[in-house]
């Protein structure tokens, strides 16, 4: 299994490869989103990271995913849309994938086997907080607020 979240790759919402090597020496928090979640609303949250984060080397990285629910059945310019109309949304974002199971991006299989069973989403919003050098660091629940003390803590730490 491979040792770095820099030897995958997600294809970026607009298209083309977003390969992880392009998040080298910056601290990275992968989410799994959807637009039609009762917690939607942290998008506003994720981008207040984002931009106050970003100067020092954080990165928001948003993964559409429509496997809860199917809170997210939209394509991938609706899901930009949607996400720039309503949250001003300007962190990078993925195309949608699968994020458990037999069919999840091989990053969530890998963040699975690095930090075990908090790792894999049980709901939109999970969050897995990547080091600088594409270490797995922590996974966050959905219900955990990217505000909340407990990840900008980790955040500040990994910078």
Sequence with gaps: MSASAHEFAFESITGGE????????????????ASKCGL????????RLYSDYKDRGLVVLGVPCNQFAGQEPGTEAEIKGF??????????????????????????????NQLG??????WNFHKILIGKHGEAIR??????????????????KAL
């Design 40 to 47: 939607t609303p942290q998008y506003e949250g994720l981008e």
């Design 83 to 112: 996400c720039e109309t309503r949250f001003n949304v300007d962190f990078p974002m993925t195309s949608k994938v699968d994020v458990k199971g037999e069919t999840a991006h091989p990053f969530y299989k890998w963040a699975k």
């Design 18 to 33: 977003l390969p992880l090597t392009s998040f080298r020496d910056k601290v990275v928090l992968v989410v799994n989103t």
């Design 117 to 122: 069973e908090p790792a894999e989403p049980v």
């Design 139 to 156: 996974a966050f629940g959905p219900r955990t607020d990217p505000l909340d003390t407990e990840v900008t803590a980790e955040i500040e």
